[in-house]
Each structure stands twice: as C-alpha cells, then as structure tokens.
C-alpha cells in the first residue's frame, strides 16, 4: 500500500480534521482552567522545591502535559463541542491517563472496544464521528474509516507522525526499519503499519542479538520464533537484514534509542566496511523533545538526596514506565502510581513495582524529615501531581 498516497487522500477530505475548531490561544485557556495548579505554579517559582514542616517535595524541572498531549486532550474536548449531537467514538484511550479517559467517557465520548488486541468497529456507522489518539492509528484503521464515511478527527502528535514519515522514508529507499519500540503498544503498531519491512525491538539486548545474526553469529531457526511477533509479514533475516534504518516509538528511554542506533551503525560498518555504510545504514533522529527533555529531568532528579521518588502517570504508559526504570537504576525507593486515591490515609500506598501487578505497601512515608521527588508522565495534568503533593503534605502532619 501507498500509505503516502493514501495520507496525501485522506487529508483533502472534507471528513477529516487535524486542526482542531479553536485557536490554539482558546485552547490552551481551556486547559489552563481545566487541569493547571496554582500550587505547582508556586513550586515552580520555589526552585521546584516545597517545605512544609517535616516534609520537603523536589519536583523533576519538567514533567506532565507535554504540548502534544494538551493538544489531543483540547481536540477531544472541542470535538464534542462541535459535534453535540453526533455519535462520537475514539480508537483508543486518547492519552494514557484514567482521569482524562474518564472526563471524555463523561462527555458520552465512546470507546472502541478491542479483545486481544483487535479491534471491534462493527459499531461505528457512516456519519459517526472518530477521534484518533495522541499515539495515532493504525493506516488500515484510518483506510477503514475514511470508507465507512467517518468524520476523522486526527490528535496524533507531529512527533509520531516523524517517525512515520521516517519509516515511510526507510520503505522507500528499500531499507528495513528496525523499530525500538514496544510490540503491542498503539503508537508502535501505527508506525509499524506505515513502514514497509520492520523489526520491532524491545531494548538494546534484543539489538544485540539482531547485530550478532547480521553478523553470522546466529541461528535462522531461533531467530524467527523469538522475534515471531514482532516482524512484518515474510520477514526473511537474511535478505532484510542488510539494509537497515532506526526508528524508534517516541516514548521510549531516549539513551537506550541512541545506543541501539550506535550498535547498528557498528554492525553494519563492521560488516559492509566504511565505503558502503550509506548503503546499509540510515539514521534518522526521531526522539521526542517533550521525552528526552523529562527523562533528562529525572536524572538530575534522583542526583538529589532523596529518600523516595513518585511517579505518576498511566499504568499502560509507557514514558512514565521508563521514568520509573531510572529510578530503579538509582536503588531509590520509588512507587509509580496512576491517580492519588492510592495513597491512603492510613500511610499505605498501592503502587505498580516495574513489571509486576499492584502491590499495596503499608508505612509508605517515613517518620522524621524525608525528602520525597515527584515527576509525572507526559500524560498526567499538574492538577493530579497537586492532589498527590496534598496527600502527602496531610500524611506528614500526623
């Protein structure tokens, strides 16, 4: 499929929209109202720090809403404004965090259903208005709703839609995309959908093992099974493996993306030679600046003389997820929760240990003067970072 094509197609219809139907001004107001803090603006203008009594708060110096969050949230919103009347659906959770979903779902916003993964729009009808996501949509589900006669509003990020057009770019230089991304993740099946041959990588050790069958250290037969679901279809790792370009979805840990992009570029100079390295290897930086600016934030952050760290976003998201992975590589104790209600008056959290199911933990902050850091994912609004920060201010006065 000519997904350039069918994108330049879908763009002069007059049933899609990604521009929203109110100035950008408007816009950010709204949000203003709806999800700032007076009391993180006030910790902000307090060097990120707060002390009250016993307890001191260090905010990560960026952290939350990123702009393209803010602008698929305010889209939503002026979706259902514009359309009062309409059936209104969205392909997926609009950003990964409950409270946000939940305000839409209050809105009589639907959402498309999926069971194991795959999606059911047996509902949605001609007429019917689709919102797609901030992590994007799938070609074959925008070409499904487009034919139905959908009205399709488009929030995808510009940041994803980069690494769109750099797999699109991949595809047509015949180069294979390798994608450092999480295989069932929305925005990573989006971007899948939109390369021509890929390979989806979950970290630098699943890298190396493609580097060393590239570099003849490997066997067919296991490559194929442990990559099973992660290729595109006919997927031959010694034909589509010569010619590569590194993707990666956006929210993934910045530094790992740079090093798996460095270990191919190796790989490839290793076994085609400086000369012909063009010919193999194209590199394209598509790391979101909203990403790499929080997770820089979250090292300076566990530098600090910290007792325990916060974090707080969707479960399902995965750069809050990354951000309590750096925590982890500091040995701080840290809980990553999704809403303040999992901290609980009697001193008890219920938090999710990286990998792991919910765990409720009980003495959650210590007595005596304790340092306690905070950041939150891209799609967490200030105003669920205050109500965590008044939690733990109450805890620390009893």
Same mark, same amino acid.
């Not at 999800?35 to 009594?53: K, P």
């Not at 965090?97 to 498309?112: A, G, Q, T, Y």
């Not at 590569?244 to 790992?256: D, F, I, P, R, Y």
């Not at 399902?316 to 990553?336: M, P, V």
């Given at each position: 499929m000519?997904?350039?094509?069918f994108?330049?197609?879908?763009h002069h219809?007059?049933?899609?929209n990604?521009?929203?139907?109110?100035s950008p001004?408007k816009?950010?107001e709204?949000?203003?109202q709806?999800?700032?803090?007076? %009391?993180?603006?006030?910790i902000?203008?307090?060097?990120?720090?707060?002390?009250?009594?016993?307890l001191?708060?260090k905010?990560?110096?960026?952290?939350?809403?990123c702009?393209?969050?803010?602008?698929?949230?305010?889209?939503?919103?002026?979706t259902r404004?514009?359309?009062?009347?309409?059936?209104i *659906?969205i392909? =997926?959770e609009?950003?990964?965090?409950?409270s946000v =979903?939940d305000? &839409?779902?209050n809105?009589n916003?639907?959402?498309?259903?999926?069971e194991? !993964?795959?999606k059911?729009?047996?509902k949605?009808?001609e !007429?019917?208005?689709?919102?797609?996501?901030?992590?994007?949509?799938?070609?074959?589900e925008?070409? %499904? &709703?487009?034919?139905?006669?959908?009205?399709?509003? $488009?929030?995808?990020?510009p940041? /994803?839609s980069?690494? *769109?057009?750099?797999?699109?770019?991949?595809?047509?230089?015949?180069?294979?995309s390798?994608i450092?991304g999480?295989?069932k993740?929305?925005?990573?099946? #989006?971007?899948?959908?939109?390369?021509g041959t890929? @390979?989806? /990588? @979950?970290?630098?050790?699943?890298?190396?093992?493609?580097?060393?069958y590239? %570099?003849?250290?490997?066997n067919?037969?296991?490559?194929?099974?442990?990559?099973?679901k992660a290729?595109?279809p006919?997927f031959?790792?010694?034909?589509?493996?010569?010619r590569?370009g /590194?993707?990666?979805?956006?929210?993934?840990?910045?530094?790992?993306t740079?090093?798996?992009?460095r +270990?191919?570029?190796?790989?490839?100079?290793?076994r085609? !030679?400086?000369? #012909?390295?063009?010919?193999h290897?194209?590199?394209f930086?598509?790391?979101?600046?909203?990403t790499e600016?929080?997770?820089?934030?979250?090292?300076?952050l566990? $530098?600090?003389? +910290?007792?325990l760290l916060?974090?707080?976003?969707?479960? =399902?998201?995965?750069n809050?997820?990354?951000?309590?992975?750096?925590?982890i590589?500091r040995?701080i104790r840290?809980?990553h929760?999704d809403?303040?209600?999992?901290?609980d008056d009697?001193?008890?959290?219920?938090h999710?240990?990286?990998g792991e199911?919910? %765990?409720?933990?009980e003495n959650?902050?210590?007595?005596?003067?304790?340092?306690?850091?905070?950041?939150?994912g891209?799609?967490?609004?200030?105003r669920?970072v205050?109500?965590?920060?008044?939690?733990?201010? =109450? +805890?620390?006065d009893?």
């Amino acid at each position: 499929m000519d997904t350039q094509a069918f994108k330049r197609s879908l763009h002069h219809s007059d049933r899609y929209n990604r521009r929203g139907f109110g100035s950008p001004a408007k816009r950010a107001e709204e949000l203003e109202q709806a999800y700032q803090s007076s %009391l993180i603006g006030s910790i902000r203008d307090n060097g990120y720090e707060l002390q009250h009594g016993r307890l001191r708060v260090k905010l990560a110096e960026a952290f939350g809403f990123c702009w393209g969050v803010e602008r698929a949230v305010a889209m939503a919103y002026e979706t259902r404004r514009h359309y009062p009347n309409e059936r209104i *659906w969205i392909t =997926n959770e609009i950003i990964h965090n409950p409270s946000v =979903n939940d305000h &839409l779902r209050n809105m009589n916003v639907k959402f498309i259903s999926a069971e194991e !993964g795959v999606k059911d729009f047996s509902k949605v009808s001609e !007429g019917d208005v689709v919102i797609l996501p901030a992590f994007g949509a799938t070609v074959q589900e925008m070409q %499904l &709703l487009h034919e139905r006669g959908c009205h399709i509003i $488009d929030t995808t990020c510009p940041w /994803v839609s980069k690494v *769109w057009h750099t797999v699109e770019k991949h595809k047509k230089h015949t180069f294979t995309s390798i994608i450092h991304g999480k295989v069932k993740h929305e925005e990573t099946l #989006a971007t899948s959908s939109f390369a021509g041959t890929y @390979l989806v /990588v @979950l970290d630098l050790d699943e890298a190396q093992y493609v580097a060393e069958y590239i %570099l003849g250290r490997g066997n067919r037969e296991q490559f194929l099974e442990r990559f099973s679901k992660a290729f595109s279809p006919g997927f031959d790792p010694d034909k589509d493996l010569q010619r590569l370009g /590194v993707a990666n979805q956006t929210t993934m840990l910045k530094s790992e993306t740079e090093e798996i992009g460095r +270990l191919f570029e190796k790989t490839m100079l290793s076994r085609y !030679g400086p000369k #012909a390295l063009s010919e193999h290897f194209l590199a394209f930086n598509t790391i979101c600046d909203a990403t790499e600016e929080r997770q820089d934030a979250m090292f300076s952050l566990v $530098d600090e003389p +910290l007792d325990l760290l916060v974090v707080i976003g969707g479960f =399902n998201s995965s750069n809050t997820t990354h951000l309590q992975e750096i925590a982890i590589s500091r040995g701080i104790r840290s809980f990553h929760i999704d809403m303040p209600e999992r901290i609980d008056d009697d001193n008890s959290i219920t938090h999710k240990p990286l990998g792991e199911d919910l %765990l409720k933990e009980e003495n959650f902050l210590p007595g005596g003067e304790v340092n306690v850091g905070i950041t939150s994912g891209a799609s967490t609004p200030d105003r669920v970072v205050e109500h965590v920060i008044r939690k733990l201010m =109450n +805890l620390s006065d009893i």
